[in-house]
């Protein structure tokens, strides 16, 4: 499966790279993923900010029935801070 | 050896193709790199346990480590895929083994959990990305037609090998313990990867061969030189224009999320609705087990038919099959489920180096590759993180399973916004002027390369 006989002259452009250009910017691939970014953070910081007021609300709970009141976590106020569903 | 494979090929009636090409050679060492570089990763779930074991540390901080290697790898992909470009996939994945062998030693000697995420976390992390992104164009560049079948075979080792070296491991790590296991591992891995280095080429010309499905009218593609360098970055920028290059991106983090939800979320859903831990990992084996034919028939069908069809069929049928999952509990709807949604899950990420091929043409693909491979890193950690947080919130897997649903279907829509696979998208890779082969070419003639030169179209 060798070749032979190969010779190697410096090799040329092809001439169909001579001169091309993409005129045209990407915008609709960059602003499918440019949306996609932002649903999918739209998603975690909706989950996220569920998940904090259910923990802050069990905390809530078991402090009123008498367990120990742990301090709640900065990301938990955050993502109730970043959500406006929550 | 070439006699025996000649002798085969006459044996099996092969006119089309041969078994007596170099390529083949290569496409196996792909299959061992994918194998030794991907094995810890898979394995990391036997780990777990002795490091609480010995050191006291919680699970969630050592899964922290597994977060940070895949984050690592992902954010490092384009890295390895430009070095793959720009020094040859051989010098970037031996590198890589150099990585991967301190990564198996410090984390080995590991004694504090910050040790574990710079050992494991960080090098072992940005090892992978050298050892496994720039060889899939490797391989690419191996074939001038037919990458569909170069690309499907590979595939299938990369599926069946973790699965066999994890049971390995599982083993080693109960007879020897986690840090003599590691070590066995990194010493023994590496010696397996410098091994296979030796055979490996990056290009036919520097083997001084012809890609397999050369065709004797064919001209030598330009695979060298200070020219090479700087066309190759003229033609990345042409890469970057393209909206394809963008939404490619998008389209393999989509997949990603879509079937990592499923392959992390299944066994506890399983278990969550009656399965016995066994049969709930049965599922997962099945799914494993089926998803080989389509991974190996997705490269062949998108090089014949044209990827975007092929794609479209497989993103639509992962984000549809889920919804067996709503309903699903006895063991045999599972197990339903696991066979009829393994088809399309296979095919969903091994069409994209046939699609680069389709659109980029000859045009080295490392860089591009790369990025791809981000978003699929990136999907598959998003993944890996929803069945649970869902699980807490909800105490269900239904929205789990509906968001998995959700990013296939979406991803499935935005395929259908790419470019037909027809034309290529970017000029044709400059082709040395005089080259003649005096030999005719086995594995060549199927269709021609039609005006830009992309194998098949849709």
Not at chain 1, 27 to 54: E, K, P, Q, R
Not at chain 2, 277 to 292: C, Q, Y
Not at chain 2, 382 to 411: C, K, R
Request: hydrophobic fraction near 50%.
């Amino acid at each position: 499966m060798s070749s032979t006989g190969t010779s190697r002259p410096l090799p040329l452009a092809s001439p169909d790279s001579e001169g091309f250009t993409i005129s045209r910017r990407p915008l609709l691939g960059f602003g499918l993923l440019g949306a996609t970014i932002v649903v999918t953070l739209a998603v975690l910081i909706y989950l996220g900010a569920w998940a904090s007021s259910d923990r802050i609300e069990n905390r809530v709970l078991a402090a009123s029935t008498g367990g120990v009141h742990d301090q709640g976590d900065w990301w938990e106020d955050s993502l109730l801070l970043a959500c406006p569903l929550h | 050896m070439q006699n025996t494979a000649l002798w085969f090929d006459r044996k099996f009636g092969l006119k089309e193709h041969t078994i007596a090409h170099y390529a083949w050679v290569i496409v196996g060492i792909a299959g061992v790199v994918q194998m030794v570089g991907a094995a810890i990763r898979m394995a990391f779930g036997v780990l777990v346990d002795p490091l609480v074991t010995t050191f006291g540390w919680s699970p969630g901080s050592i899964g922290l480590a597994y977060a940070l290697m895949s984050i690592m790898a992902a954010l490092a992909s384009p890295i390895g895929g430009y070095l793959g470009n720009r020094y040859g996939a051989r010098r970037t994945m031996a590198a890589g083994t150099v990585l991967f062998f301190l990564g198996m030693m410090w984390t080995s000697q590991t004694e504090q959990i910050w040790e574990l995420y710079l050992a494991y976390g960080l090098l072992f992390g940005f090892a992978q990305a050298l050892l496994l992104v720039p060889v899939v164009p490797a391989v690419a560049s191996w074939f001038r037609r037919h990458l569909g079948l170069g690309t499907g075979i590979m595939m299938v080792s990369w599926s069946l090998g973790p699965a066999l070296v994890v049971q390995a491991l599982a083993v080693l790590f109960n007879t020897v313990g986690w840090s003599q296991a590691f070590m066995v591992v990194g010493i023994v891995g590496t010696a397996i990867l410098a091994f296979a280095l030796l055979f490996f080429r990056n290009t036919p010309e520097e083997a001084g061969r012809i890609a397999y499905g050369t065709k004797p009218s064919d001209r030598q593609l330009m695979t060298s030189g200070n020219i090479f360098v700087t066309t190759q970055q003229e033609f990345q920028k042409y890469v970057y224009k393209t909206n394809a290059f963008w939404n490619l991106i998008n389209i393999h983090f989509l997949g990603c999320v879509g079937h990592s939800v499923i392959l992390v979320g299944i066994i506890p859903m399983g278990i969550s609705r009656g399965m016995g831990p066994l049969a709930a990992a049965g599922v997962l084996t099945t799914i494993s087990v089926v998803s080989v034919t389509t991974r190996f028939m997705t490269p062949v069908l998108s090089d014949r038919f044209g990827s975007k069809a092929v794609m479209f069929v497989s993103f639509f049928g992962q984000g549809i099959g889920v919804f067996l999952l709503l309903t699903a509990d006895s063991t045999w709807e599972f197990y339903t489920f696991a066979v009829l949604w393994a088809i399309p899950y296979g095919g969903e990420g091994t069409a994209f180096p046939i699609i680069n091929r389709q659109y980029y043409g000859h045009s080295p693909m490392g860089t591009t590759y790369g990025w791809q491979i981000l978003g699929a890193g990136l999907g598959m950690a998003l993944g890996g993180v929803l069945p649970g947080l869902v699980f807490d919130i909800t105490g269900g897997y239904g929205w789990a399973v509906g968001l998995s649903a959700v990013f296939s279907l979406i991803g499935a829509l935005a395929i259908i916004l790419l470019e037909p696979t027809r034309r290529q998208l970017i000029p044709d890779w400059p082709e040395i002027d005089s080259v003649t082969t005096t030999q005719p070419v086995a594995g060549a003639p199927v269709a021609a390369l039609p005006g830009h030169g992309a194998p098949g179209g849709d």
